[in-house]
C-alpha cells in the first residue's frame, strides 16, 4: 500500500517550490471535483509509492472559501496518511494559526519549517525541540528553495504516515473554554471518529452551521450545545467563533515566545 502525502500551508509559504521540487516532472494537474480550484498531484521522486497531494494554500480552515472548503475536505474526509503542514519561519504567529486547525483533525502531521535559510541568514534561533513537544509532532527544518532538508522530512513524514499516530498538541485554551469543548464532547461522543473529536466539538462551540447540518444532530443536542455556547460567550462578551481565534492566538502567542530568538538585527521578516 502507498502513502498519501497531504502538502498544506498559507499562500506563500513555498509550497509550489517544495511540491515541484518533490515530484519533478511526476505531476498531474486538474482541478478539485465541481470548483475551479486548481488540484496538484505527483509521485515522489525517490519512491513511486509516495503520492503527494498539494492543498490550495489557505490561512484557515473555516468554510468562507472554495480554497478552505477544499483543504479542509479532503484533510477531514480524505483522511491523507499524513500532512506535511509548511510554516513560514520568518513569519510563525501567522502561520502556525493554521497549524493549531490542523492539530485538531487528529492526523498524522509534520512540520515543515520552511525557509530557514532566511531566519538563519537574519541571525534568528528557533528551538525546534520545543516547538515538537508543544505541537505534538515532528518538526523539521527546511529550505524549499535550496532543496536543503527535503529528504529528512520526507522520510520523516513517511515513517509517520505509516505508523498512523495523530499529532498530540500540549496547546490548551483558557479553563472554561476547554470545559466547554469537553462538554460538547460528551454530548457528541461515538457519533464521530474519535480522532476527530476536539475538531467537531469546536465547531459546534462555534455554532458552524455546515457542521451542525453535516452530523445531523438532534434538536435536543443543539439545544445543549447552544446552551454551553452561550453561557461562555455571555461570560466572556464575546461570540464563540472570536473566542476560539482569540485563544489560538493567545496559546501560538506564548509558544513563539518562548521558542524564538530574535537577533538583535531585530530582522524577523522576508522584507
Ligand atoms: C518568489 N527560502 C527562501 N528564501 N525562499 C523560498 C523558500 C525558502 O525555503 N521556499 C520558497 N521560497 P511559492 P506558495 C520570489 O517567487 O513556492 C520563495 O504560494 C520572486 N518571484 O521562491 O510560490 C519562492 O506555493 C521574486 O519566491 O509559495 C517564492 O506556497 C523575488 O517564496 C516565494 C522574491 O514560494 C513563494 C521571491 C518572482
Not at 502507498?2 to 517544495?18: D, E, S, V
Not at 486538474?30 to 488540484?39: A, C, D, F, L, Y
Not at 496538484?40 to 509509492?49: A, F, I, L, V
Not at 494554500?57 to 472559501?65: A, D, I, K, R
Amino acid at each position: 500500500m502507498g502513502i498519501r502525502i497531504a502538502l498544506a500551508g498559507n499562500p506563500n509559504c513555498g509550497k509550489t517550490t517544495m511540491f515541484n521540487d518533490l515530484t519533478g516532472a511526476n505531476q498531474y494537474v486538474g482541478n478539485w471535483p465541481g470548483v475551479t480550484v486548481e488540484k496538484k498531484e505527483g509521485k515522489y521522486t525517490r519512491d513511486k509509492d509516495v503520492t503527494i497531494t498539494d492543498l490550495p494554500g489557505v490561512y484557515s480552515l473555516s468554510p468562507y472559501s472554495p480554497e478552505e472548503i477544499v483543504t479542509r475536505d479532503y484533510l477531514l474526509d480524505g483522511r491523507p496518511d499524513v500532512v506535511i503542514n509548511l510554516v513560514d519561519a520568518t513569519n510563525l504567529e501567522r502561520n502556525l494559526y493554521l497549524t493549531t486547525q490542523i492539530l485538531d483533525l487528529g492526523l498524522p502531521v509534520v512540520i515543515a519549517l520552511n525557509m530557514m535559510d532566511l531566519v538563519k541568514k537574519n541571525g534568528d534561533k528557533i528551538d525546534v525541540a520545543k516547538l515538537s513537544k508543544t505541537l505534538g509532532c515532528p518538526v523539521v527544518e527546511t529550505s524549499a528553495l535550496k532543496g536543503t532538508g527535503m529528504q529528512d522530512l520526507l522520510d520523516t513524514a513517511i515513517k509517520a504516515g505509516k505508523a498512523g499516530k495523530p499529532a498530540a498538541s500540549e496547546l490548551r485554551y483558557d479553563d472554561s473554554v476547554e470545559a466547554a469543548l469537553s462538554e460538547i464532547s460528551s454530548i457528541i461522543e461515538g457519533r464521530v471518529p474519535a480522532e476527530t473529536l476536539r475538531w467537531y466539538a469546536t465547531k459546534l462551540f462555534e455554532g458552524e452551521e455546515r457542521t451542525i447540518t453535516g452530523l445531523k444532530l438532534s434538536s435536543s443536542d443543539i439545544e445543549a450545545i447552544g446552551a454551553v455556547r452561550d453561557r461562555v460567550e455571555e461570560a466572556e462578551d464575546d461570540d464563540a467563533e472570536s473566542i476560539i481565534t482569540s485563544e489560538r492566538y493567545d496559546s501560538i502567542v506564548g509558544l513563539v515566545s518562548s521558542a524564538v530568538k530574535v537577533s538583535r538585527k531585530g530582522m524577523n521578516t522576508t522584507q
